[in-house]
């Protein structure tokens, strides 16, 4: 089931658990789910705590910090034992979807998805932060970034040099769209990389990027990045 499955403001909480309890309080609780009287007992307990401690914090004249702290608890408590009860009574055994479904929640997906290659190209700024070096950061996606966020994993770095020493040496710069065929590369996850390019002042360093996804599947590389290495 997914991870979201519970709501995120207090109030649509307030509304699942209400309608937990519609579901699950006798003479409604099906018996093949198991639940005891007195956990739905101490359900309905947190669960009347939190619908009273909410309007306190709601209000201008009766918020305090003791309110605030004692609606923190209140819905702390009501969350873990959401938790709870689906841990250890919607999921073992597990329900029917008829079963789900009155509860809001919906059935597990037992297929993977397969993680797409990145569709869009990215592109960086280019730094130059001492003597014989280029640094890197500010990677974003260059026009529309991939829909699938398991895309954007990682960026891999192609380098080369021209006139360079080994292993960035090329003979001349490629094509604005060959950057997949320069001869050095780098993989990253950082936010910034910062290139020691020692014995190479001087000569013109040649860039593109893109975007990987967790398997190392690389999308289209941007176009070529030029620079003087300082």
């Given at each position: 089931m997914s991870h979201s499955w519970l709501p995120s403001s207090?109030?649509?909480?307030?509304a699942m658990a209400r309608n937990w309890i519609s579901v699950?309080?006798?003479?409604?609780?099906?018996?093949?789910w198991g639940i005891p009287a007195a956990q739905i007992t101490a359900f309905i307990t947190v669960f009347d705590a939190?619908?009273?401690?909410?309007?306190?914090?709601?209000?201008?004249?009766e918020r305090t910090p003791v309110a605030t702290a004692q609606c923190n608890a209140a819905f702390k408590a009501l969350r873990d034992t959401m938790r709870f009860i689906k841990a250890h009574y919607f999921l073992?055994?597990?329900?029917?979807?008829?079963?789900?479904?009155?509860?809001?929640?919906?059935?597990?997906?037992?297929?993977?998805?397969?993680?797409?290659a990145p569709g869009g190209q990215v592109t960086a700024d280019l730094g130059y932060p001492a003597a014989h070096m280029i640094e890197l950061s500010n990677f974003r996606a260059l026009g529309a970034p991939s829909k699938d966020p398991r895309s954007d994993y990682g960026v891999g770095i192609k380098i080369g040099i021209v006139g360079g020493t080994a292993p960035y040496h090329i003979g001349e710069p490629p094509a604005s769209d060959e950057g997949n065929l320069l001869p050095f590369y780098?993989?990253?996850?950082?936010?910034?990389?910062?290139?020691?390019?020692?014995?190479?002042?001087?000569?013109?360093?040649?860039?593109?990027i893109s975007r990987e996804n967790a398997k190392g599947e690389p999308g289209p590389f941007c176009p070529v990045i030029t620079a003087i290495i300082p």
């Open positions: 207090r109030t649509e909480q307030l699950i309080n006798p003479p409604q609780n099906p018996p093949n939190a619908r009273t401690a909410l309007p306190k914090v709601q209000s201008d004249t073992v055994p597990p329900l029917a979807e008829s079963d789900l479904a009155s509860l809001g929640l919906k059935p597990g997906n037992t297929e993977h998805a397969p993680i797409p780098l993989f990253t996850r950082r936010r910034r990389e910062r290139l020691d390019l020692s014995g190479n002042s001087g000569k013109m360093i040649c860039i593109s």
